[in-house]
Structures are given as C-alpha cells and as structure tokens.
C-alpha cells in the first residue's frame, strides 16, 4: 500500500526511531553513577513517550524495584546513557499540597526559597556540565520562581547572544519546600541552536507591532511583559521571536527577522481575549498524509518552504514529518537516516542558508527512493512513499 503525502508548502512531525547504543542494563547503571549509590535496585520499565522522544530522543525509563509510597522516574537516554530527567518524590517532601486549608494561601515551609535555590543550584553544578560557565537568565518570575503550594520550582534559559535572546529549552530544577531535596530534574536537549540570535526587530517596533494584534484594544496599556527568545516548532525548524505577554495572559510573539505575528495564544480560560487558542504560524504550511481514504491532519511550520524558478526546497527538518525518516543537522552537516541506509546532506544536494539546511524535494525524494507529482491547480507536491 502507498503513503501519500501531499506538500502544500509542509510538515508534520513524527518520532523516528533511533538504533540503541546502550542497553536497558547500562541505564540502570547510568543511573546509580546519578545517584551516588551503586547498590540500589532498579528495574527497566519500557521506553519512553512520544512526547518525551521528541524532546530528548529515546530514552529508557529506569525505576526503583521497590519503591513503596516512593515515586521515582529516571528516563536515560538510549544514545549516550545521560540521564535527561528525574522525579524523585517521596511522602515527606509532600506530606500535603503546600496549602493552608481554611485560607488557601501558601503555609509557611521549612525551606526558604534561598536554601531552596542553593539546593537546586548545587544539584545542577553536580549533574549538568558547564552550569557555572554559561549565562543563565532565570524564568518566568524574575526572581526565577515559580511557587506552587509545597515545591519550589526553577527554571533557567540560557542566554545566548548579547542582545539577551533565550534558548528554546530551559534547565528546570524543582525542591520540596518541607525537606529540601531536589524533585524533579529536567535538562535541556543537546541540539544545536541554528536560528538568528540577534534581532532585526527592536523591542520598541516589536510592541508596536503586537498592539495592532492585542486581544484589550489599541487604546490600553495591555502589556506585561516582553522578551526573546529562540522557538521550536514541531518538526524542530527554530526562529527567534519576540514574547509579548498581556495582563491578560494573552501571549503573542512576534517574528525578531520580519515583524511578521508568528501566534496569539490565549491562556486556558481566554480570559476574555477573541483569537485562536493555539499557535498561529505566520504561514501554514500544510502536510497531509494519506494511507487509503485516511486523511492526516494539517501542521505548521514557522519556517515555510521555498519555491525558486526551478525547484522547490524544503528544510531538511521537515523531512521529520514523514514516518521512520531521522534527520540530524547541525551547523557543519545534515544526514538523513531512513532505515539502515544513512544518506549525506552531499547526496539530498543540501545547501546552508536562512539559518538551516535546506533541500531540492525532487532530488530528496529519488535519493529516499520516493516519487513527487506536482499538481499546479492547487501548487501542492504530492510525495508518494513505498
């Protein structure tokens, strides 16, 4: 039976599958070296979600063997055997929800917020190399807190350029307010950042630009908060963007390059705002994939393709979109994995530009060993697959 997948200008993202580098039994290992203990007991509890693989590729989920009233999580990743997340909670570090029950305002806990923030410090110099040899910007408070009833949570981004341009992705550490241990870890994935991390775009022409789009009026004052940083959409194709934030928590950011409005999301609730309740991409770029008479559904890129005289170019990311195909690019290269078969950005005839790799589709697909058709009433390619 054939996919068809027809390219109105793109894509949709699907997690390909990696070969494991590592065994179930070397991340159990991975993670007693994590926890200083070498003779506890741990067991493999499958592979990690969809949604965790496409933010940190495969990973082994490992958890105690017993763990009674205990709920521990460690997810290592297949390639490399580094531990890219951990839960540990325990009944004393949340004996109750952090609340006082006839007011409902936070109880005053054993841990400050300063020993807290020592002890997430500290476990990030412990566990994620170089944390004291980068900028880090602290986020979404600007005390870099985010109190919730009986945890403290911090997030930190790194800060990537002197125009103060976030990364996509946040080192995220949270500490029990009643013991102090640290309760969850989340490190950043290893990719490279390929977009633009200085703006063309000034903060000032920014505002101006998302008051024309802001869900209070023209005449209000309806900003709270504003800053860059770098996006990733599904497929992985990353820009940089301006955030504004409304008092209303209407967020809407703004594309640091050309101005364009890139998404208006509103808060669960809409608090009031008209709009979409999802990013907006500045252009869709629509995939559909079609297996039979089943239709898949439309998804954006914040990066369309580009169609010259005689071919039209995708980025090599959006070749993510298609089922059992792996792209890894940096700054240096592109590789496409599809199968056993590892092909060379040489052989897709990738070129570097706009921030990214892109790729002639015709040429891509003969190489891929698939077949495009052109249909000029509706400019759409159509990929046929085997």
Same mark, same amino acid.
């Given at each position: ?10 894509? !949709? ?5 990696? =070969? ?5 039994? /070397?991340?159990?290992?991975?993670? =007693?070296?994590?926890?200083g203990e070498r003779d506890v007991?741990? +067991? ?24 009674? *009233? ?7 990743? +297949?390639?490399?055997?580094? +531990?890219?997340?951990? !839960? +540990? ?40 190399? &170089? ?15 985010? =109190? ?9 981004? #790194? ?20 013991? !102090? ?16 991390? @200085? ?5 000032? /022409?920014?505002? $101006?630009?998302?008051?024309?789009f802001a869900t209070l009026g023209?005449?209000? #004052? ?26 209303? %928590? ?18 669960? %609730?809409? %608090?009031?705002?008209? &709009?979409?309740?999802m990013p907006t991409p500045r252009? @869709?770029? $629509? ?5 039979? *008479?089943?239709? &898949? ?26 089922? *059992? ?5 940096? @700054?240096?290269?592109?590789?496409? $994995? ?10 897709? &005839?990738? $070129? ?35």
């Open positions: 039976m054939r996919n068809i997948m027809a390219v109105a200008a793109l894509l !949709g993202a699907t997690l390909c599958g990696a =070969r494991a580098d590592i065994t179930p039994d /070397q991340a159990a290992e991975a993670v =007693r070296r994590f926890m007991q741990l +067991v493999y509890r499958g592979a990690s979600s969809r949604a965790i693989q496409q933010f940190h590729g495969p990973c082994y989920e490992i958890g105690l063997r017993h763990d009674p *009233g205990t709920d521990v999580t460690y997810l290592v990743r +297949v390639s490399d055997g580094v +531990v890219v997340d951990m !839960g +540990v909670l325990r009944p004393e570090d949340a004996p109750d929800d952090g609340f006082e029950a006839e007011t409902g305002v936070p109880k005053l806990v054993p841990v400050s917020l300063t020993e807290a923030e020592a002890n997430a410090r500290a476990f990030a110099r412990e566990h994620y190399a &170089g944390f004291d040899g980068r900028e880090w910007a602290p986020f979404p408070e600007q005390a870099g807190l985010d =109190r919730r009833g009986w945890e403290y949570a911090f997030e930190w981004f #790194e800060v990537l350029s002197d125009a103060g341009a976030l990364a996509p992705w946040p080192l995220k550490v949270q500490v029990s307010g009643y013991t !102090g241990s640290v309760v969850h870890y989340c490190r950043p994935p290893d990719r490279p950042v390929l977009a633009p991390v @200085r703006p063309r775009i000034t903060r000032s /022409q920014a505002l $101006r630009i998302a008051q024309r023209p005449d209000a #004052e309806p900003f709270k908060m504003c800053w860059l940083e770098v996006v990733e959409d599904v497929l992985g194709v990353q820009w940089l963007a301006w955030h504004i934030r409304e008092r209303n %928590g209407v967020l809407l950011m703004v594309d640091a390059v050309t101005g364009d409005l890139l998404a208006r999301i509103v808060p669960m %609730g809409g %608090g009031g705002a008209s &709009g979409p309740s252009k @869709r770029v $629509r995939l559909q994939v079609r297996v039979g *008479g089943a239709s &898949g559904k439309p998804i954006g890129s914040f990066v369309p393709p580009a169609m010259n005289a005689r071919a039209l170019w995708l980025r090599a990311e959006h070749l993510r979109a298609v089922e *059992g195909v792996r792209v890894d690019v940096d @700054r240096k290269a592109v590789s496409v $994995r599809l199968g056993d078969r590892v092909i060379s950005g040489t052989e897709l &005839g990738a $070129r570097y530009r706009d921030y990214g790799w892109w790729v002639p589709l015709r040429q891509a697909a003969r190489v891929l060993g698939w077949r495009v058709e052109w249909l000029n009433a509706k400019k759409e390619a159509v990929i046929y697959t085997r």
